[in-house]
């Protein structure tokens, strides 16, 4: 699918992989929104192409007005990228006590609902626009994590919200065929951005050693090179992409 001259979203847009993949996307000619929370979009780098919305994906609300933003702005929308989440660990039960409830909830909610709720409501604006000539109206593009199938110490509410994230992708995918909407997620290993911000220098080359190859961490252009490809390659839908250097995480 072609990117030039489209709308895009992308959640999370204001730090790591999501505003990556704004710039990247803004590049290539889209006119990009990218959602993201107020305290986020404050510190956010001003960039050409790209509109920052703030919105908590969240809320129907406000994710029904930045979709409005996007889809009426004059370009076709075609594009979503849902960035948007957040990571925190904590164990189920030891030491430390036992694990919060409502902060597995946050979890799910931000990372597995906030992902349905952003697709849900930009998919029935997609499904509005004119096909292009192979049928196609749009693609989504979600971002689960290799947690999602080796999830590690501290990570039972991230594994299970990005393990959500990568059984939505077929159901998805199937449910939004009609409309010519693809849906493919891409599940990242170990990525180096703001969500890496407090471990130590040791720990992150530690982390960079491991990787089979290439032996570095990866980069969030890594992530916003593979956003592109997938929206431009027509063929690809329903699939969840490791992208981890072949990284496979003992426990
Ligand atoms: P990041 O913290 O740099 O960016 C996440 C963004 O999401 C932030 O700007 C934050 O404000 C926003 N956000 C959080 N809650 C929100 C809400 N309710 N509404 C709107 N925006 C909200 O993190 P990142 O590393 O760029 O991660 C992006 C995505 O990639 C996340 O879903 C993360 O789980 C996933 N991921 C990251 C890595 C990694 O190593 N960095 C690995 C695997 C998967």
Known sequence: MQITDTAAIVTGGASGLGAATARALAGRGAKVFAVDLP????????????TYTAADVTDADQVQTAVEQAAGAGNPLRIVVNCAG?????????????????LFRKVLEINLLGTFNVMRLAAAAIGETEADQHGQRGVVVNTASVAAYDGQIGQAAYAASKGGVASLTLPAARDLSSSGIRVMTIAPGIVDTPMLATVSEEFRQGLADGVPFPKRLGTPEDYAQLALDIVEHDYLNGEVIRMDGALRMAP
């Open 39 to 50: 305290g986020a979009i404050e510190k956010a780098p001003i960039v050409d192409g790209v």
């Open 86 to 102: 957040i990571g925190p660990s904590a164990r189920i039960a030891g030491r430390k006590g036992v694990h919060d409830l409502e």
